[in-house]
């Protein structure tokens, strides 16, 4: 019999998380539990959480004690890069029964069922000690339009800042045929979007005969009504080639997500990130020689330990040359066991703040740009769910925010539009008397 019913899972991160917590759902659900939502009273709660986030300790709390609000006695399970760094911190949050590594994770049906029922263990229960090592693949399915396929985990890189690879191990892949299958069982169960990802998703297949361009032109041929996205490449990993494939693609959607980190070559170098700005220029000359229309987005990090003010200009000068669509700006904070950290130099946090905001400002500059150089085009949007009772919202291949009146007989269907109206928050509206072709 099966001590516990109902369970809900909560995400911390990436959209690597998101597809693994699906991927631990399906595994509680082939043993008969419910699924739930993380509102609702549940037997389990399971909360997959991140070690990038700045309070990741402070927000698993903050999440443990809204699950043991649903239900005091409820098991509550953490796993995840938090739990996999910081196991016994984790397991000293007080009401966390389990705390399951990066590997353990994956064995959470079987770990769950040794627990029995809570009354009948007093002690936190914690798997978290060995080195994330093999390959578990993963995908998302019926939590959103979009499928979040889990091709490759892991990273060989260290960069100075980054604690990604002593959570998730060194880089390891799916093979391209076990990819097909998953691609495939997401097109057969009417998955209109597929979004590749991966820690470092361009270095799939490293150590292997196989590489990233063989995989991405294996999943162009798959029959289906279907659109793939590439989630985020190293700027060292996407090749000329890669770049001339998209263009060519019919189902690979023109959109880059491309991490800079800075625009100074000296932070850079103290980031041990592998590239010249230059090499960086000439990865968005090349997408937007070959895709005039495509989306570029940019991680960036602000007040890295060695950023002086001239760097952080210079920076800023860098990204308000590039012809991209929008930024992610991260404020840098110390993490234990990192490179950076043992570098002997700090900025002031509001110093980081200024510039996080600085940056911020010009995304919003450059995305309002990007949106506008757009209008009157013609794209493909898939609509996607409800934005609130009257109005449906979905993306189109270039990642343009599209909104329309709800008709729930059009959600997870593609649409082609011709964008007249942008509204203030930067979305195309289809006005209701405009016919979707
Ligand atoms: S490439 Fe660098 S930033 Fe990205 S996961 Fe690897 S070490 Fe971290």
Do not use: W
């Given at each position: 019999m099966i001590p516990y019913q109902r369970a809900a899972f909560y995400t911390l991160g990436c959209k690597l998380n998101f597809a693994e917590t699906s991927t631990l759902a399906r595994a509680l659900q082939e043993q008969g539990y419910a699924r739930v939502s993380f509102d609702e009273r549940a037997?389990?709660?399971v909360i997959n959480t991140c070690s990038v986030t700045e309070n990741a300790d402070k927000e698993c709390k903050q999440v443990v004690k809204k699950a043991l609000?649903?239900?005091?006695?409820?098991?509550?399970?953490?796993?995840?890069?938090y739990a996999q760094l910081k196991p016994q911190e984790v397991a000293n949050i007080a009401g966390v029964d389990l705390v399951l590594g990066a590997n353990e994770k994956f064995d959470i049906a079987l770990q769950v069922a040794q627990l029995q029922h809570k009354k009948a263990h007093a002690q936190v229960q914690v798997q978290a000690i060995k080195e994330a090592r093999h390959f578990h693949a993963s995908y998302s399915m019926g939590d959103r339009t979009r499928t979040f396929l889990k091709v490759q985990d892991g990273c060989d890189y260290f960069c100075a800042f980054c604690t990604i690879p002593l959570a998730r191990g060194r880089s390891r892949s799916a093979s391209i045929a076990d990819t097909i299958q998953k691609a495939e069982i997401a097109i057969a169960e009417g998955s209109k979007e597929i979004v590749l990802t991966g820690v470092n998703l361009g270095d799939?297949?490293?150590g292997t005969d196989e590489n990233f361009l063989q995989l991405i032109q294996a999943?162009?041929?798959l029959a289906g009504d279907v659109r793939f996205r590439i989630s985020s490449i190293e700027p060292n990993l996407l090749t000329d080639a890669v770049i001339?494939?998209?263009a060519g693609s019919q189902k690979f959607v023109p959109h880059f997500h491309v991490p800079l980190q800075s625009g100074s070559e000296?932070?850079?170098?103290?980031?041990?990130?592998?590239?010249?700005?230059?090499?960086?220029?000439?990865?968005?000359?090349?997408?937007k020689q070959l895709l005039p229309d495509a989306c570029i987005g940019v991680d960036v990090i602000v007040g890295f330990p060695t950023e002086t003010e001239a760097d952080f200009l210079e920076t800023h000068a860098f990204l308000s040359d590039l012809p991209i669509s929008y930024l992610h700006v991260f404020t840098y904070s110390e993490r234990d066991n990192t490179t950076a950290v043992r570098l002997g130099q700090t900025v002031d946090m509001a110093e980081r703040k200024k510039r996080n905001h600085s940056l911020q400002m010009l995304s919003e500059k450059k995305k309002r740009l990007f949106y506008e150089s757009m209008r009157q085009k013609r794209f493909t949007v898939l609509w996607e769910g409800e934005q609130d009772a009257e109005t449906m919202q979905g993306f189109t291949e270039n990642y343009l925010q599209v909104q329309a009146p709800f008709d729930a007989d059009k959600i997870n269907t593609f649409a082609q539009i011709d964008l007249k109206f942008l509204d203030k928050e930067n979305r195309f509206i289809v006005e209701p008397c405009q016919e979707l072709l």
């Open positions: 037997d389990i709660y609000k649903q239900n005091p006695l409820a098991l509550v399970v953490v796993t995840g890069c799939f297949g490293s999943l162009d041929v001339e494939f998209v000296k932070v850079l170098k103290d980031m041990r990130r592998r590239y010249a700005k230059d090499h960086y220029q000439t990865r968005i000359a090349k997408i």
